[in-house]
């Protein structure tokens, strides 16, 4: 597994620039012993404010979507060339609202993970089963399936991502995969990533769904899970500051 456990923030499209003033003063004042790394993923037009926000912490920026395209007559989309100038690190792709809202498919998210790497940006690749497919006993065939369209694109990169699982039906519901539902699914797509490269051990495989500040430790002792995307919990900052905690323990 990496050396240190990364914890990621999803804000999705929450904040204002009050909320997000006093929720990234707290966090700076709050992870100074933080032993992991730590990452705010913002909407866009707050990506300004938290990189001076975040002037000369370890709390690196990140963003929640990028376009697979590098520029020109695309509008709404916001290039990774663009993220890179306001010192954007981390780039969630293929998100499950992003999949069944904007009708992103495994290819799509292949190419945006691709953009995101060739401009110096981490995608953090989101992967996950329905409940249906769970019950349906799919769920290694749906995320085996999202993460090959990855690793075929991307060849020997692959090793410069980070995966996240998230089960869908785990994610807002305040249900959680139990730790060893997780580290299955986890100790999977490592296999996997093992079959692509020589790197597998340094990918960070987070886990998201539900994750807070009660049930973080459990989740993030499992071999196989070397961080947490956080979505509700992330945007409170004693929650979040209490998983930075538990990923630095
Ligand atoms: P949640 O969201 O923590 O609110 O379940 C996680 C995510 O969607 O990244």
Redesign the pocket.
Known sequence: MPEKKLIAG?WKMNGSLEANDALVRALVAGMRDARCDVAVCVPAPYLAQVQMLRHGAKLDLGAQDVSQHAQGAYTGEVSAAMLREFGVRFCIVG?SERRQYHGETDGLVAEKAKTALAHGITPIVCVGETLAEREAGKTEEVVKRQLAAVIHVNGHCISEIVVAY?PVW???TGKTASPEQAQQVHALLRKQLAAATAQAERVHILY????NAANAASLLAQPDIDGG?????SLKAPDFLQIIAAASA
């Open positions: 999803n998100h998230e785990a994610i807002g998201g769904g539900s994750m995307l956080i979505g509700g919990a």
